[in-house]
């Protein structure tokens, strides 16, 4: 089944049945309740899926990540908040409804969990996911923003910032999740800086699981060969 190798990775990892954790961190009927937009492509934007007595502990726990870019979870050890976090992302409620919300079956997908805490310049480039995946959610964890850089936008096209349809903030709490269209173009104006992001990833099979982990593993790597940040 799709899915079920990386579904029993976590099972060990976190020493959780994925069916039976509770939601302690996040709040999923702000998933199961949010509007699904379907111009120019399915997506929804939602606020206040993390509950706010616990926002203190989450940033408290968050990884300590150098580097700029997206970092596979599966190469990170996790605590405290942010541990519960990641095994609540993990669970067979939030797929429950995502699926419904989102209108696609993603309970035996292959889920690929990535990190980013630092943003770089060249970073945000305006694009469209590759065929591999099905559908993306993005989870926002900073506490105030104030540039206008960051704010990743729902696009029209590939050719402007300015043509948007929505504009995500990306406090504590700020969820988007769409699914992969041929048009599903995003992206967000230049950053550099603190940008903590969580970003959850259906794939459409095991080896393009493989695929991708390698090519992020393998550019985090020259970074640290060649300093970049």
């Known amino acids: 089944m799709p899915g079920h190798g990386a579904m029993e990775i976590w099972r060990r990892v976190l020493g959780k049945d994925l069916a039976s954790v509770t939601s302690e961190i ?4 702000v998933i199961r309740h949010a509007a699904l937009e379907t111009d120019p492509y399915p997506y929804f934007v939602a606020g206040g899926f993390i509950r706010a007595d616990v926002v203190p502990a989450l940033h408290e726990s968050f990884p300590d990540i150098r580097k700029s870019g997206f970092h596979p979870a599966a190469d990170m050890t996790f605590k405290g908040a942010f541990a519960k976090l990641m ?3 993990e669970s067979e409620k939030l797929i429950a409804a995502l699926s419904q919300t989102l209108a696609e ?11 980013r805490r630092l943003s770089a310049a060249h970073e945000g480039r305006i694009h469209c996911d590759s065929e591999a995946k099905i559908g993306n959610l993005l989870v926002y964890l900073n506490d105030e923003w104030e ?3 960051g704010c990743l936008r729902v696009l029209r096209s590939k050719s402007s910032f300015d ?3 929505a504009e ?5 709490g700020s969820v988007f999740g769409f699914l ?7 992206g967000h104006k230049p950053f550099v800086g603190e940008r ?8 459409r099979s095991q080896a393009d699981l493989e695929r991708k982990t390698s090519r992020h593993r393998f550019s985090n790597v020259l970074k640290g060969i060649f300093g970049k940040h």
């Open 196 to 203: 903590r992001v969580i970003q959850v990833a259906w794939l």
């Open 147 to 149: 540039s206008d850089g």
């Open 26 to 29: 996040i709040n999923v009927d």
């Open 180 to 186: 992969r269209r041929e048009n599903s173009w995003h």
């Open 87 to 89: 095994q609540e992302l």
């Open 105 to 115: 079956q993603l309970e035996n997908a292959v889920r690929f969990i990535t990190i």
């Open 163 to 165: 043509d948007y349809v």
């Open 168 to 172: 995500i903030d990306p406090r504590t």
